[in-house]
């Protein structure tokens, strides 16, 4: 079965800075996506990234950026010039590729943007 | 002009009653979700539809039942409310095809509380 581990409950750091949200996760497939998902106070969820395992470019959105390593099972998030409105739950997700779009999720980290 | 749009937001019920929440995607997407997300902010899928066809049911008691009228359409009943049903219910939608088909892009959340 597969599990996924996000090792920081909680984390802050001051706006501009950059913050790495660490993911790992545990799997025997080799064939398998991976995202992260934001969840600020409004409680929507929303999607940030996604990569395919089978790419080894590791994806970007603007100021997200993953560092996809896949033969150490790691997935972290880094975020770039942090702005106010990043403060939200993020969450690490895992999905088998034809697991009918099964997502196993991450705990969630919880990230502060401090003024 | 809401990707994926859920309907009430807010929900406050008096346990054994019957209610509805109801959820509509202008996406175009081919596959629906329900997820049940609860105070520890686990995310747990409920219900999956691909065409109208149910293709994922969870182990969730027989008092939620889930219709999807159209495949744009994935609307929730839930029976005699009890207290552990008070939760964050969450829709969403995939494309089900194409690269990107497995994304799973998620609505606003629905919070029922049960009194």
């Known amino acids: 079965a597969q599990t996924v581990t996000q090792s920081q409950p909680e984390m802050s750091v001051q706006e501009a800075e950059t913050v790495t949200l660490s993911c790992t996760y545990d799997?025997?497939?080799?064939?398998?996506?991976l995202f992260w998902y934001k969840q600020p106070p409004s409680r929507q969820m929303i999607l940030v990234i996604r990569?395919?395992?089978?790419k080894q470019q590791n994806a970007t959105e603007n100021r997200f950026s993953v560092n996809f390593q896949k033969a150490a099972k790691s997935f972290s998030l880094k975020i770039s010039d942090s702005q106010l409105g990043d403060t939200a739950m993020y969450f690490c997700?895992?999905?088998?590729?034809?697991?009918?779009?099964?997502?196993?999720w991450g705990a969630g980290t919880k990230l502060i943007i401090k003024p | 002009d809401t990707a994926v749009s859920q309907t009430p937001k807010y929900l406050v019920t008096q346990m054994g009653n019957d209610k509805s929440i109801k959820c509509e995607q202008n996406?175009?997407?081919?596959?629906m979700y329900w997820y049940k997300q609860d105070s520890k902010k686990f995310l747990k899928i409920m219900f999956s539809?691909?065409?109208?066809?149910?293709?994922i049911n969870e182990t969730v008691p027989n008092r939620f039942s889930p219709k999807s009228p159209d495949k744009a359409h994935l609307n929730l009943h839930i029976n005699s409310l009890e207290l552990g049903d008070s939760a964050v219910y969450f829709c969403?939608?995939?494309?089900?095809?194409?690269?990107?088909?497995?994304?799973?892009?998620f609505g606003e959340g629905s919070w029922l509380t049960v009194v």
């Open positions: 997700a895992f999905m088998k590729h034809n697991s009918n779009y099964q997502l196993i």
């Open positions: 799997t025997s497939e080799s064939n398998y996506y």
């Open positions: 990569q395919e395992a089978y």
């Open positions: 996406l175009g997407h081919d596959t």
């Open positions: 539809y691909n065409n109208k066809e149910l293709i």
């Open positions: 969403a939608s995939s494309p089900g095809q194409g690269a990107a088909g497995n994304t799973i892009y």
